[in-house]
Nanobody
């Protein structure tokens, strides 16, 4: 089992920024592609972003990938020295309000069914 520990959630105003972090083991970083999903109450779980494994090997080529709703506002990145993946969220909108989950997968172009392990999630609330 892969342990994923998210942090950085909170309450912000529209237009503000947050950075989410996901800490994992060194072994996990060498094995999986990492990503973020989000889910609001009553809505389907939604892909947000993904980044390839640290050695650049993935079943899916290219990336990082972003959902159209967050492209140009969110940036996913890896800090391999700290075994941590970040999601920098800029220009947040109320519709970004959701629980955000760090995930790992064998593929970079992640679908919900491709996710192998889920973090517990962190809440991001964006007020108007």
């Amino acid at each position: 089992q892969v342990q994923l520990v998210e942090s950085g959630g909170g309450l912000v105003q529209a237009g503000d920024s947050l950075r989410l972090s996901c800490a994992a083991s060194e072994r996990a970083f060498s094995t999986y592609a990492f990503g973020w999903f989000r889910q609001s109450p009553g809505k389907e779980r939604e892909f947000v972003a993904s980044v390839r494994r640290d050695d650049g090997i993935s079943w899916s080529a290219g990336g990082p990938y972003y959902a159209g709703s967050v492209k140009d506002r969110f940036t996913i990145s890896r800090d391999n020295a700290k075994n941590t993946v970040h999601l920098q969220m800029n220009n947040l909108r109320p519709e970004d309000t959701a629980t955000y989950y760090c995930v790992v997968s064998d593929v970079l172009a992640m679908m919900t069914d491709s996710v192998l392990f889920w973090g517990k999630g962190v809440l991001v609330t964006v007020s108007s």
